[in-house]
């Protein structure tokens, strides 16, 4: 693994390479995804409420969907991190925001009970 050289001769921060962001950038770069994707995680649970006040679906299947994803999180933690370390984080990085979109989208349509338990078991390998 290459040594990263932080600081420059004149001890200013270094971006390193030709295209990498300098580490101020970087980081102010990962933070804002970070708070995209964990606003875009919470965004439809307290939706689900309403959900089950309107459409009239017992309590129980409210738990389960909540349940589900906490089954898909942890479920992605151990498969995606581990192939972030293996094909690199931009490549994994890149696929969660294209499906990050695509189950924000579906969130916003009425869909049956199973297919909002889908939706909350996909969403968590988005994030």
Request: with cysteine; glycine share 6%.
């Amino acid at each position: 693994m290459p040594v990263i050289d932080m600081y420059a001769a004149e001890g200013t921060l270094n971006a390193g390479r030709a295209g990498r962001l300098s580490l101020p950038n970087a980081f102010a770069a990962i933070t804002a995804i970070f708070v995209i994707f964990a606003a875009a995680a919470s965004a439809p649970t307290p939706l689900y409420v309403v959900y089950q006040k309107e459409w009239g679906f017992p309590t129980s299947t409210l738990t389960l969907i909540f349940a589900v994803y906490v089954v898909g999180l942890i479920g992605s933690l151990l498969v995606l991190g581990a192939l972030s370390d293996h094909v690199g984080r931009r490549p994994v990085l890149a696929w969660s925001q294209v499906m990050l979109r695509c189950f924000s989208s579906l969130a916003l349509r009425r869909a049956s009970p199973p297919a909002r338990r889908f939706r909350r078991w996909a969403q968590p390998w988005s994030t």
